[in-house]
Structures are given as C-alpha cells and as structure tokens.
C-alpha cells in the first residue's frame, strides 16, 4: 500500500471515528467532511506541499473535535449538525471548535452562552467573554483593510448586541488571509499585524482584539497556534491572566497545539 493510500485510510477512519459518518456511503457525498476528504485527494493529483499541509491540518482539526465529542456531547453533535448545514460559515464554525478545545486543554471553566458572545468564561472569581471571528480573504492588496473591517464590523455588532466591551476579548482567526498575503507584494508580517491592532483598538470597545494563526512546521511535523494580542486601556484584567494561560504568552513562542500524527 503506498503511504498516499495509507494517509488517505487512517484519515477516513479518523473521520468516521470522531464523527460517525461513513465518507463511502453515497448519502454523505455533500457533507463538509467528505468534501474535505475529496479535496486532500485532489491536491495529492496537483500539489504535493498542499495535500499534505491539507491533510496535517485535517487531522488536527478532527484531533480537536474529539475532545468536544468527549466533554460535552451535546455540544458536539450541534457543531456536527452545523457542519452538515450547506452554506453555513463553515471557517468560523472550525474556528470556534478549535477554541473550545484550547479551553478544555486549560482546564477553563466555561459555557457557551445561548446568544453572543460565543464564550462565557468563569475566571479568577469573575466572568470575562470570548467572541470568536474569522478573516479569510485573497484579495490583492486588500490584505489590511479586510483585517480593520473585521474588528470594526465585530465591534458594531458586538456594541447592538451590549458585549462589545471591556470584559470581552475578541478572537479573530487570520491563517488563510496571512498566509493569501505572501504572494502578494507587500505581504503580511507580525510587524504590519502588530500595527494594526495596535492602531485599530482604541476605535474599539472591546477588552482585548487577537489574531491567530494556525501553521504547520516541517521541521518536527508539529502544528503551532501564533497568537498576536493588543489590550484597550481600560481591559479587564483577568482577560490578561487568562490569555497568559491559553495563549502561552510568557515564554514568547507559538504554542504547540498538535503533535505529528505520523
């Protein structure tokens, strides 16, 4: 058996392991995780470093949503019915598992709220809030002011709504916009993300505005969390403490958050 059918085998398990869905049968051929499967096969045809960067991030993906599957079930089967919806934003959905599992890792105490904000925290004797959002953009040269729009539009939804303030930070999932970026002239970097929650945050009500990336290294096969924070004056403090703790912000290196699977 070569190591492409291999892959592609312990990543169906994987699958129908932590999601119950049979990738073979005809009646799942439209649900997001046979998609995600047809499309690592497809990049296996055209593009080797894709495929495999696809299939790394595939089974951290599924990696994360067992420990929901395991902590609260019935959290788990509304992402998984979520998932089955068409059109739905599937990115924010993956990107708010993802949160809930770094949660769960931290040992957080936390429940998610029937509305907005997505995450009620219980922390250090208080009550802080996580908001989760996602940027995904290719456009050339649009790279930053589709980051600044994100925050804002964020914040004008959050401020309707009455959590846009300082006991709520926001989590903003940026991989596919950075990363969208290198191609470009000007691309992004750390320095130019850094500027613009540095200058975007004081128009903001928001405690605190994150970026996260997520990337894979080849070095050691291990995936890695980048989160860049930036704090309004008058931010609850605990939200501090509490990124320190999820974000690893004290030894000033990316988070492992997935060990080589193979």
């Known amino acids: 058996m070569t190591n492409f059918l291999k892959n592609q085998n312990i990543l169906a398990d994987l699958i129908f392991n932590t999601t119950g869905i049979d990738i073979k049968r005809v009646e799942n051929s439209n649900n997001f995780f046979t998609k995600e499967f047809e499309r690592i096969q497809s990049h296996h045809q055209y593009n080797y470093e894709t495929y495999w960067d696809h299939l790394?991030?595939?089974?951290?993906?599924?990696?994360?949503?067992?420990k929901i599957k395991f902590f609260n079930t019935k959290d788990f089967n509304q992402y998984?019915?979520?998932?089955?919806?068409?059109?739905?934003?599937?990115?924010?959905?993956?990107?708010?598992?993802?949160?809930?599992?770094?949660?769960?890792?931290?040992?957080?105490?936390?429940?998610?709220p029937k509305e907005n904000p997505?995450?009620?925290?219980?922390?250090?004797?208080?009550?802080?809030?996580?908001?989760?959002?996602?940027?995904?953009?290719?456009k050339t040269g649009y790279y930053i002011e589709s980051l600044v729009d994100s925050i804002l539009k964020k914040d004008e939804l959050g401020k309707k709504q009455g959590y846009s303030n300082q006991n709520t930070a926001l989590h903003i999932e940026i991989t596919k916009t950075f990363f969208n970026s290198l191609k470009d002239e000007n691309p992004l970097t750390n320095d130019t993300l850094i500027d613009i929650l540095h200058t975007t945050i004081a128009k903001v009500s928001f405690g605190a505005v994150v970026f996260i990336t997520t990337f894979y290294s080849k070095e050691n096969g291990i995936v890695y969390g980048n989160p860049l924070v930036q704090y309004n004056n008058d931010v609850n403090k605990n939200i501090i403490k509490f990124h320190e703790i999820i974000f690893n912000l004290k030894s000033l290196q990316a988070t492992p958050v997935f060990k080589k699977f193979m």
């Open 118 to 138: 997505d995450f009620k925290i219980d922390f250090n004797n208080d009550t802080i809030y996580v908001e989760c959002g996602t940027r995904q953009t290719d």
């Open 56 to 66: 790394i991030y595939t089974n951290y993906f599924l990696s994360q949503f067992q």
């Open 80 to 112: 998984l019915n979520k998932l089955s919806i068409d059109n739905i934003n599937l990115r924010g959905e993956k990107f708010e598992i993802l949160t809930y599992a770094r949660l769960i890792d931290n040992k957080i105490s936390f429940s998610k």
